[in-house]
């Protein structure tokens, strides 16, 4: 029997709580996979009382015989790669198998110079807000077929040879365009060939390995970084991600097939934040997102900054769910909404004047003003709740609204960040 694929997915600008979710599914999971982005990404998991964030590795390292992926479409930064793995040695909670793509890109130390010079470059009113962590000028080097790969940093010989090349390159734009000192080859050289040397023990051709993982009838999980809104074509472009955070990057950033993929899961938050630039219609840069900052701990889990929060935007979440394939909902951080008041919900935008219907253009989604219903909210501490019917009255209605806007059902319900506050209902 061919094994099961399940796609998960943040269907909104990220930070929705896929680490968590990913975590409580771990059991009856064999195959972690990421497959896009980079150590821009932190999947909080709370264990036993302790959080632990996962910038680049599978949430699914806690979990003693798995298997854990780094796929070809990941770009992979090794001085984080190797941190996350000595930190989880060092806690003795590096549990999991763990493999990487030999063709999985490398973030070098000249990508993370170039993303914070662009930025600089793009200036006020213009920069992206990255996280600085060298994801886009990657990519760039990747399709402009300048990259290296993490096959190159095994053979010494041409890992020297291939960099000598880019960095002829890389230094004129450092010195002329942006005003930066020269890498000299050396200094960039021998820490790479170090890197090389500690990654060849996890190298192995991830794609034989998953094709081999379905025919064996294992149960592969591919976790999806950022959000849909964040993706380099359907997001709100320029001020997205560079890769594809939408199910379809999972394919080319495995080697899966399309047909492969037994589910789809959309993870949403219960209301909606951003960090970055760009548009977001629903912002509440009043009480209300005070309040949904300090209670969600709204703050970047890789960088710190406040999240920018507000109502959940029914119209960005059907275009995601669209998107993606719809698939099954999981909920998170329902238990934030509790002592809110009234809850708003997005139910259209208003532009110019007139009402709009369907998720926007990005251009015109800077003009967009939202159009709320309100529901009814709920002031009990749902917290200890186990069972849906355990919630209250309004917080069920509150659900209930979103799978009939959705169009999916409701299947897991966050109401705490512990493993065990989660709301199981038929997932
Ligand atoms: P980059 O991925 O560092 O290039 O950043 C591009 C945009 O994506 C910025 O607005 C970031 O704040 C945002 N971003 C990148 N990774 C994440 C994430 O994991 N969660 C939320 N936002 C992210």
Request: glycine share 14%; hydrophobic share 35%; with cysteine.
């Amino acid at each position: 029997m061919k094994g099961k694929v399940e796609i998960l997915f943040g269907a909104q600008w990220g930070d929705e709580g896929k680490g968590k979710v990913v975590d409580t599914m771990g059991a009856g999971v064999d195959v972690f996979v990421r497959y896009q982005g980079g150590a821009n990404a932190g999947h909080t998991v709370i264990a036993d009382g302790k959080k632990i964030i996962f910038k680049l590795l599978p949430s699914g390292m806690l979990y003693p015989g798995k298997l854990c992926v780094i796929g070809n479409g990941v770009v992979l930064d090794p001085e984080q790669f190797l941190k996350e793995i000595k930190e989880l040695g060092d806690r003795g909670q590096d549990r999991a198998r763990l493999v990487v793509s030999p063709h999985a890109h490398v973030v070098m130390p000249y990508h993370k110079i170039f993303d914070k010079a662009q930025e600089a470059f793009r200036g006020k009113g213009h920069m992206i807000g990255t996280t600085g962590r060298g994801i886009g000028p990657c990519y760039v080097d990747k399709y402009a077929r300048s990259g290296l790969r993490v096959e190159d940093l095994l053979d010494e010989s041409r890992l020297r040879e291939k960099l000598s090349v880019i960095l002829e390159e890389k230094n004129r734009l450092l010195t002329k365009v942006y005003g930066e000192n020269p890498l000299p080859l050396n200094e960039v050289y021998e820490p790479a060939r170090e890197w090389g040397k500690a990654l060849l023990h996890y190298v192995e051709d991830t794609t034989a390995l998953l094709h081999d993982a379905v025919d064996e009838g294992k149960s592969i999980l591919l976790e999806g970084a950022q959000g849909t809104l964040l993706d380099i074509d359907h997001g709100t472009y320029p001020y997205v991600t560079s890769s594809s955070t939408t199910t379809a990057g999972g394919f080319t950033g495995t080697g899966l097939p399309l047909t492969s993929v037994t589910r789809v899961i959309a993870v949403v938050k219960a209301y909606t934040t951003r960090v970055g630039e760009g548009p977001m219609p629903t912002e509440d840069k009043g009480d209300v997102g005070t309040r949904l900052r300090e209670k969600g701990g709204e703050f970047g889990s890789i960088t710190g900054r406040p999240r920018r929060c507000g109502w959940l935007d029914m119209m960005a979440l059907r275009y995601s769910m669209r998107l993606n394939g719809g698939g099954t909902i999981a909920l998170t951080k329902l238990d934030v909404l509790s002592g809110l008041g009234e809850i708003k919900v997005c139910t259209a935008y208003e532009l110019n004047g007139t009402k709009v219907e369907r998720f926007t253009a990005p251009l015109a989604l800077e003009e967009c003003r939202p159009v709320y219903e309100t529901l009814p909210g709920w002031d009990e501490d749902i917290s200890g709740c186990a069972e849906f019917g355990a919630l209250p009255g309004a917080a069920r209605n509150y659900v209930r609204y979103i799978e009939e806007a959705a169009g999916a059902p409701v299947s897991l319900i966050g109401v705490g960040a512990d493993r065990n506050q989660t709301i199981n209902r038929g997932f």
